[in-house]
Structure formats: C-alpha cells, structure tokens
C-alpha cells in the first residue's frame, strides 16, 4: 500500500477541518491521481472542486471539496515527500556532487533528486 502525506497540522476553521479532516490522516488522492508529494498535491487541489481520498486508521475515504479558486485548505504535512529522498541516476558529467572535495560528511555525497526540494522551499 503506497504511503501518502502525513497531515501534521489541521488549520482550525479551514476547509480541511470543517470537512473533518485530522492530525494523523493520510492524503493519498487527489482527483483519483495518486500524491507522490506536496508538489502533485497542490497541483491537483488547484481547482475549484475535486475529490480528495485519504486513509485514517487504516480504512480509506474520500470526499467532495467545494471552494473558492486560491482559497487553501488549512494543511500542513510531515514531510514533503511520500517516499523519502529519491537518489539520482544520472551519471552527469558537470554533477556537482562529483566536483565536492573528499573529506566531508557522508550526506553531502547523496546524489538526491534535489530539484524537487527547490519546489518544495519555494512554495512553502
């Protein structure tokens, strides 16, 4: 079973609490297209209305969200990410993660998929 995002906050007086969403819940869809991170999520909740699906203690359930155009929905997550750090394939000749000098701690040498963290700071 894929892990979605972990709501970490529910906004008091949001749409997201009047809809009784909570602490713990697990947004898995939005619009039947599976959330992979806060990227896809606010991509598909761009919308005026769409159908949000989550998991809460282990059974899923979805409902129907109507709204203004921009108004959020009062959530903040655990992390921006369902999967943790994807690490990179390529083998670029101009990484420069291969142009860092030897000696310095392990994680500065993770080839993560970083651009979507870029993503990640610029809209939070």
Do not use: W
């Amino acid at each position: 079973m894929p892990r979605g995002l972990i709501v970490a906050h529910v906004q008091q007086g949001s749409i997201a609490a009047k809809m009784g969403l909570r602490v713990g819940d697990e947004i898995i869809a939005v619009g039947g297209q599976p959330i992979r991170d806060v990227i896809d999520y606010y991509f598909y909740t761009a919308e005026e209305s769409f159908e949000i699906t989550y998991r809460r203690e282990g059974k899923q359930h979805t409902a129907l969200i109507k709204r203004e155009y921009g108004m959020p929905l009062g959530l903040d997550f655990d992390s921006p990410t369902t999967d943790g750090i994807r690490r990179c394939n390529n083998d670029c000749p101009f990484c420069f993660i291969h142009q860092m000098p030897p000696g310095l701690r392990r994680s500065l040498y993770i080839r993560d998929d970083v651009y979507r963290y870029s993503f990640f700071f610029a809209i939070l």
